[in-house]
């Protein structure tokens, strides 16, 4: 948003959180922040206030804006991923539902209210785009012929990074030949808070972000459970996905597991309700338990084309690549109903 000339008056990048532990201690900041923005929203009085994801605080956003006359449009509702999620009251809190799945449209129809509901498609699918071959890429890194490349996305969060970055660190150390590490770095954290997880007998490339072209020359990835798992899915690179956090966060997982609520937690096996990508998490997200996971994946094996096949069958789910722009045009169709003396 801010390349494309948005004025940004409040940055959001580091106010998501992981787990009952990360999120309580921020209740009372976030709080502070949405009557920052509903006084902002209220001065301004925006044609069109457009709410993406992060339902804990937008859901929360609109509801007090029930009566203020502002245009709504929810652009990938909370929980959009889960065929079985009740939408609750957004159907009767918006103008315009975007949602990127088509189960999900299904499921907010189905619950009535005057919103006007729209699959468009994820938007992932229409970035995910590299613009050269994996062989170029891995001959514009210089990668021998034989030596396994690896892709290592320790996540966007300082939690997540001293959780895992350690465990992907020792797990890359158990692949031989000594592979070349494709590191992605958040922007939100930088390249030096990555350096101190950093032997210097691990052969690393810093990426920024999930660097399509790049990234695409890596034989197999160790990931952090969240968007990542998706992007790499959509440029067919095999994964073993992980998550890690604090005591509290084991806990709070083991409860869920025990609830039966829990069966998959990567957005691949998600999507395909199937177990496509192997899942190791907290003390189970060992260096060893990893490294046994990924060295299947890093040649041709059964296990490697067991994914890209789930892979394939991931994109088909996520429609024809032209999400924003359908977006885009929603957005505009509920600007346009608004009365022209009003705006």
């Known amino acids: 948003m801010r390349q494309a000339g948005v004025d940004l008056a409040m940055v959001s990048e580091h106010w998501g959180a992981m787990g009952i532990a990360e999120a309580v201690p921020k209740i009372p900041y ?76 299904e499921n907010l129809r189905r619950a009535g209210g005057p919103a006007r509901v729209e699959w468009v498609g994820h938007p992932l699918l229409e970035y995910c785009r590299p613009t050269c071959t994996r062989d170029a890429a891995r001959a514009q890194l210089g990668v021998e012929s034989g030596r396994p490349v690896i892709a290592l996305a320790p996540g966007s969060r300082r939690a997540e990074l001293h959780h895992l970055m350690p465990v992907f660190v020792e797990a890359a150390r158990r692949v031989t030949p000594k592979p070349l590490c494709l590191l992605t770095v958040a922007p939100s954290l930088g390249e030096a808070a990555m350096r101190p997880y950093l032997p210097d007998d691990l052969d690393v490339r810093f990426l920024d972000g999930i660097a399509y072209d790049i990234i695409q020359a890596a034989d197999a990835a160790l990931v952090t459970s969240g968007t990542a798992t998706l992007e790499l899915a959509c440029l067919d690179v095999p994964m073993v996905v992980a998550y890690r956090g604090s005591l509290a966060s084991e806990l709070q997982y083991r409860i869920i597991a025990r609830g039966g609520r829990l069966r998959f937690i990567s957005l691949p096996n998600i999507l395909a309700d199937a177990p496509v990508v192997p899942e190791l998490l907290q003390r189970a997200a060992n260096p060893d338990a990893l490294a046994a996971a990924l060295l299947p994946l890093l040649t041709d094996t059964p296990e490697r084309q067991a994914q890209r096949d789930g892979f394939a069958a991931i994109r088909a789910m996520l429609g024809d690549g032209d999400a924003c722009a359908r977006t885009a045009r929603l957005i505009l169709e509920v600007a346009a109903a608004i009365p022209a003396v009003a705006r």
């Open 30 to 105: 976030l709080l502070v922040q949405q009557q920052r923005l509903l006084r902002h929203l209220r001065a301004c009085r925006p044609d069109v206030l457009v709410a993406i994801d992060f339902g804990a605080f937008n859901v929360r956003t609109l509801n007090a804006l029930q009566g203020s006359g502002i245009r709504t449009v929810y652009f990938i509702p909370p929980g959009s991923w889960s065929r079985h999620r009740a939408p609750g009251q957004l159907p009767f809190l918006v103008d315009a539902i975007a949602t990127p799945f088509p189960w999900s449209a």
